[in-house]
């Protein structure tokens, strides 16, 4: 079956460490996006990707990084320097031609600091 | 900047009334438009979408959704709720330039009473 595939779906994290957490997709989709949700905040955009090898901040991107060696896989590196990582992460894609623009969903990525 | 806006955080309806979610963009053009549903702890899932043509369109679930430019406003309706649809909605936008991310509302949690 196609699909976007998050894992894990549950990490936690001692403070000061850098997790990575997995986006991978079977859609053929060109390009990729992370967001971050938090109660009440809706989804914030932290990376996209339009190409492989290419990627642009989003709104909230300082204390992330990412990557985009394959099309099939985005990879979110949550770093030390991200001050409140605590939140429910979302990876994304689209295939972005103008007849179909919308966004496919994985099942998101919750990670907690303890 | 394109935004979005999605006035009620929370709405409780009886099982079988029907219902109305209300979404306001702002943008001078007209955006490619969307309504996702999230249950707790999940990914979102795609409802309906609107590009452009006929200015109601119809959706999953029974849901249906209006583009009205003169009030940049897309509601969301259902004519009778049912307990399976309390869940999140979310309102989005996109200006179609090539894989330009999703801007999303804030979102409006819907509780089903019986």
């Known amino acids: 079956d196609g699909g976007i595939t998050q894992s894990p779906k549950y990490l936690f994290r001692k403070e000061g460490q850098n997790v990575t957490l997995s986006c991978e997709q079977n859609l053929n989709h060109d390009a990729m996006y992370w967001y971050r949700q938090d109660p009440g905040q809706g989804l914030r955009l932290i990376y996209y990707s339009q190409i492989v090898n290419d990627f642009q901040k989003g709104d909230i991107a300082e204390g992330y990084s990412v990557s985009r060696e394959k099309k099939e896989s985005f990879p979110l590196t949550v770093t030390s320097a991200q001050k409140n990582p605590t939140a429910f992460y979302l990876c994304?894609?689209?295939?972005?031609?103008?007849?179909?623009?919308?966004?496919?969903f994985g099942q998101g990525t919750r990670l907690t600091v303890v | 900047a394109q935004s979005v806006t999605q006035p009620d955080i929370h709405i409780t309806v009886s099982e079988g009334a029907s219902l109305e979610l209300r979404c306001n963009y702002s943008y001078g053009a007209t955006p490619y438009l969307f309504w996702y549903v999230q249950s707790p702890g999940q990914g979102l899932q795609l409802l309906l979408k609107y590009f452009s043509g006929d200015t109601l369109v119809q959706g999953i679930k029974g849901f249906e959704a209006e583009f009205k430019r003169s009030q940049s406003s897309f509601n969301l309706r259902k004519p009778s709720v049912h307990w399976s649809d309390a869940a999140e909605y979310f309102c989005a936008v996109v200006v179609y330039s090539g894989n330009t991310p999703l801007v999303f509302g804030k979102g409006t949690r819907l509780s089903v009473i019986a």
């Open positions: 994304a894609s689209s295939m972005g031609d103008p007849l179909n623009t919308e966004a496919f």
